[in-house]
């Protein structure tokens, strides 16, 4: 090769090279940033996740579940749709972690207790007293007896991918105010599918009876129960103050939920959308937490200004009395399912501290 010729070469090299970079980047970053509009593609040419939960859309699943709708739809341009079915329009609570297993679903937020079906371990959560901040429930899920229930619901054919706050569960009831554990004597409780808040009744000499969510208010108002547990939020939600006489502030038992996704549909997704959605989520569940306590608290405003139902607060004299009543509980979780669960939660955790 002549000098002419090599003096070309170098310079078109020289010309196209910044070109060149130009576009390798302009490719990479379509690749990556969802810069297209989706919103025309149809359902098989966009990523589908259908999100089913059983409250209504103004408690606080309800609205994290709608933030975490438009923010998906923002971060990819619609290539991502998250559609939220609420108030049980798709599956009741016995029916949707069957549906999610069975891929009919991909994603729901059940309670703790709705999990205890499956994995009667996640009951531990459902022990009277065992928490009494939000935040030691995070910090007991991320424990290694909180992983390892994580864990179980992989085997299930449960990706767990976030937690999201309801806060603590209050009684409402008819005929009389609950002060102390003879209270609850001949009452017929709405619970959830958990043995322990079974059990939780039963030691309280009253009756238990299992109805999903959206059964609560008409059961309640047909007497077919005459007292549930909930949060105020759900309460008031539900409109169940206008057909109880009684609200007992207790605090007695925490309400939270387990962000699932389908083992199968997780793991077929690409790295970059797992990404967005554990981003997504995290954001999600920061926002929900403060929207939980938030909506609780107005909640609470709301059942104290009403004039419509008695209201009661137990006093530590009155706690310990129900603390007493329910301790065999623990036992009995410990004989089942072993200390190792028992020894991580808050008041046990500070016991060992005490005694050292």
Known sequence: MNKRVLHISVKLFQWFMPMFLFLLILTSCQENAYPEDHEQLTEN??????????????TPKGLASRYFAERMKEKTNGYVEVQVFPNSTLYKDGEEMEALVDGDVQMIAPSTSKLTSLIPEWQVIDLPFAFEEVSEVDEYLHSPPGNVLEKKLE??????????????????????PLKKPGDFTDLDFRVMSSEILIKQFELMDANAQIETFDQVFMKLDKNKVNAQENTFSNIV??????????????NHGYLGYIVLMNDDFWHSLSDDIQVIILETLEETSEWEMEISEEVN????ETLKECDCIDIHEITKEEQKEWEDALDPLYEEFKERFGAQYIDYLPKNKTNKEEKK
Do not use: C
């Open 237 to 250: 939600n539900k409109n169940i103050q206008s057909v109880q006489d009684y609200l007992t502030i207790s």
């Open 45 to 58: 040419e966009r990523i589908v996740i259908r999100l089913s939960h059983v409250v209504g859309e103004n």
């Open 297 to 300: 608290e107005e909640s609470l």
């Open 155 to 176: 085997e299930k054919g449960m990706y767990p991918l976030a937690f999201w706050n309801n806060g603590f569960k209050q009684m409402t009831n008819n005929n009389r």
